[in-house]
Structures are given as C-alpha cells and as structure tokens.
C-alpha cells in the first residue's frame, strides 16, 4: 500500500527525493516523479526532501464523519508533544472535542498494553535478540529489504488496531472509526482513503491537516486528560525502560538501518531487544507533528507526571499478529541468477557515479531497468556525453 | 557464473565489515534463502575482521556457480596461522590488544566461520592463507 503521490504539473528534476529515498522507490521520468508501490515502504523521507512541496500523503476529511451515525475518534498520546504544561494538554483536548467526533478514545491506554507485554516477554526471554516496532515503517523495511530478521520480529497489533477492534465490537458497524495519525505510514491503518480492507478502522486522518482547524478552536477550555505512563512511553523512543542494558532503543531512518544492517551480521548478541523507530525521537518526531522532537521529549517526559490512567488488561496472545508467510517470495533461484548475471553485465558498461541524471536512482537500478529493456545504456547522461566528446575529437 | 574481487587492507577497521555488507546486498537481491544468506553472512563478515586483523591485507572473492553454490575466497599475504588446530579451538585468539579493544579477538572467528559453512577449506604458509568456504543455495 503506497500513501505517497506526486502532485505537480511538472518536476524541475533536482532529483533530492530519488537520492533521499532509502529503498530506490523512486524514479524520474518524463519530467513526473514515479514512485514503486512494490519499493515503497510510506517513510516519508521523499516528502520532506522535495524543495517544493511535489509530494504528499493525504488522509481523509472531517466531512466524511457524515455518512455515520456515531463517529469516534482514535487519538494517539503523541499529539500531545506540543504541550509543555498539562493545562496545555488539557486545552488541547477540549480542542479535539470541538472537532465534531461523538466520542474520542485514547489511544495511551492501549500504547501502555503493548509497551508492557513485549517488556514482559523480553524479561522472559533469554535466547537471542528480538525487534519489535511500533513503527509500520520499519516493519515494512524489514519485510521488503531484512528478511533474514523477519522470524526475529515480534509481531504485535498496532495500538491503534487494539482500540478500534474494541470500539467496532461495542459500538457494531453504524460506527465511523477515525484515526488521527502522525505519520504517513500510519495513513495505512485504515479502509480509507488507501485501502486497508481487513482494518476496523474506517479512516485515517492526518493531524497536519486538521491542525488548523484545532488551533482555532484552542481556548481557555479544559477536558479531562487520560494519559498512561506506559503509552507515553511507547511513543517518545529512550524515555527510560523497566530494564537498561539490554534493551536498545533507535530512532532515524539511517541509523535504523545501520542498526538492522548489523543485526543480520549477528552482531547485536548483547542486545535482547531492538526497539526501532523511524522517525527521530519516536512518533513525537512524526512528520505530521507540528512540535519539534527535541522539546517534544521533554514535554512528554513532564506529562508522565500528569497520567494516572492504568494500561488496558491484554494477554499476549490477545495482541500477537499472526505471522504473514506468505509474503516470503519463493523466487526461482536459477532463473534469478541468469538476471542477475545480465544485471551485472549492463552495470559493468555504466559509470557507476549513482549521479541519478538518467532518473534512477543508482547505476545498478538503471543496470535493471536496462535488463527490463525499460531504458537502454544510451540513456544515461554520462555515456551520452563520452559519445559526444568522442564524436568531435573524430 | 558470476564472481567479483574485493580487496581488504590491514588494520583497516574503519572499513572494517564493507566488503560483508556488499556481498550481503548483492546475494540479497539474488534472492537467496534468508536462513542461508544468514549464515553466509556471519561467515563473511567474521573471515573478513580476521583479514583485517591478522593478516597483511589480501583479497575477497565471490563466486556464484550456476548449479547453486556461492563460494567465498579469502586470499591473503601472510604472516599465516602459526597452528592451525590451536585457531580452531573456540575461545582461542592470537589478536592484538588495538583488535581487542575494538571489541574484535573473541577466538571465535575460525570456528563458526567453519560452523556456517557447508564446505570448509583451510591452507596456510607463510606467505599467505587461503580460506575457502562454500554455500549450497
């Protein structure tokens, strides 16, 4: 499921989100940015890095809160990483309230469940390292491009998913399930607008494009806050964890992957569990998130004292997801090799600068496409100019 | 067929794991089974920290044969392994205090490299050791 889309007329080809895309998504061509839903694991990193405003993800609108009875609305902990001061957050949640939702359900509760179980599995266990991840984005990079770690993963149901199985089944189907999100891969989450058919959840907002709407509606009003420690915990990566060594906390897409990288090397034995994150500084740092990270920490480190609401009762097997097999493709070795062979060839007659002026991303995605018969070796910039010069000194 | 040349330079622990990563990458797109490339990788990249910290520097190579076997040359130029029983020996370890303090030296290098792999080829002189170690995919 890609959430990303390219927007503009036409792109100036500066070629920023084909070099910032960490798993060669992307391609330029004919002057339109094209993105590999196959590739594609929703970071991101494409939207921040283009200059001018080419790429987005949008979630659904408020107006679509119509077309059921009773709307209820799924509200993450970290949105309140903006508010230095518990009246802050109270404030902020009168806010929401105005937003037009009949109920509101806090997701903290639920964020506190999971953060504890998988504490309390790894205290248990004492083989090997695990990952777990919050992060819809790292789950997705490591099934796409880590599948060595995949039978090291924990898989849990997302906070979100827990909180709307549990509104659908007292609420029944004349519910509206909303989700506000913080990132562009938690857009996924729901049925609409990008098609998560198996999802409780009907459909994912994004807080930027609310945010205004919420602002103005900020005042002097108070609600009631329900935060839990735990769920706060789980949002803001290094908040502290029941126990220190052996648990390793990482946030950034580079490090991330650096992380990931050394893990499939074996060399993370002293660590039990991975806990990773994409963005900087946990779901606090997600890209729909108006506050910056750094205060944001802070902020949620002070809130912890205001959260007296106790994590949601879950056995392990309740959030356990069942492990997708499936999804391990069962490619034919020979007829890979034979690919790969050709692959090599063409990316031997390439410069091998990744300079990305042909609109991949890399010589050897360019190797590919050649083999695809997608572009030819004639195509790329660098050739094109050797022959040129080549040409004249004849 | 399908075979590529690395080179490793002595004492070189800032590059220390590159050429493993590369190998990593490029079997990963061959597609080869995760549980295999799992041990392929461990081997490499343990073969490759002891090139770094024993030997005078040397060279990697990575052959794919076409009936399903990727195999790994581990060239070098000297000093070679004094006893090549004692290196075996887990827990065993002739490395540097420099290699040790990068965290490098645990004397377990030899014996999984030969754990991981399902062929398992050791000479040594002199003036060089060749390890060779090959994956049945």
Known sequence: MRVITYTLHKCVKCMHCLKTCPTEAITIKDERVQISADKCINCGECISACKHSGLSAKGSTLVDTKNYKKSICLVPSSIYCDCATEKDARRLNAALNKLGFDELVYLSEYEGAVYDLVNDLMEKNHEGMYISSFCPVVNEMIMKQYPMLLERQVSFEYPAMLAAREVRKKYGSDAGIFLLCECPSKLTFGKYPYGNKESEIDHCLSIVDLFPLINSYRNEDEAELQLCTQGIKSVATGLGQRFDAQILSVNGMKKVRKALELSEFGLSKEVRYLSLSACFNGCIGGQFLWGNPFNGRLNMHDLMKASHVAPKNYSLEDIMKKKDVSAQKNKNMFEQLKRFNAINDAFDHLPGFDCGACGYPSCRSMAEAIVDQVQSIEDCKIIQRRNQNAGERV | ?137
């Open chain 2, 1 to 137: 067929m399908f075979d590529q040349h690395y080179f490793v330079i002595k004492d070189d622990y800032a590059n220390a794991g590159k050429v493993s990563t590369n190998i990593k990458t490029l079997l990963k797109q061959l597609g080869v089974d995760s549980n295999i490339l799992r041990r392929i990788a461990v081997a490499c990249y343990e073969a490759e920290i002891n090139m770094i910290i024993h030997s005078y520097g040397g060279e990697i190579i990575l052959t794919i044969l076409d009936e399903g076997y990727v195999n790994l040359m581990f060239h070098d130029h000297g000093p070679g392994i004094e006893d090549i029983e004692k290196a075996m020996t887990p827990g065993y370890s002739t490395a540097s205090k420099s290699a040790r303090e990068f965290g490098f030296g645990a004397g377990m290098g030899l014996p999984n490299i030969k754990r991981m792999s399902d062929t398992f080829d050791l000479t040594t002189s002199t003036s060089g050791t060749r390890l060779k170690i090959g994956f049945k995919i």
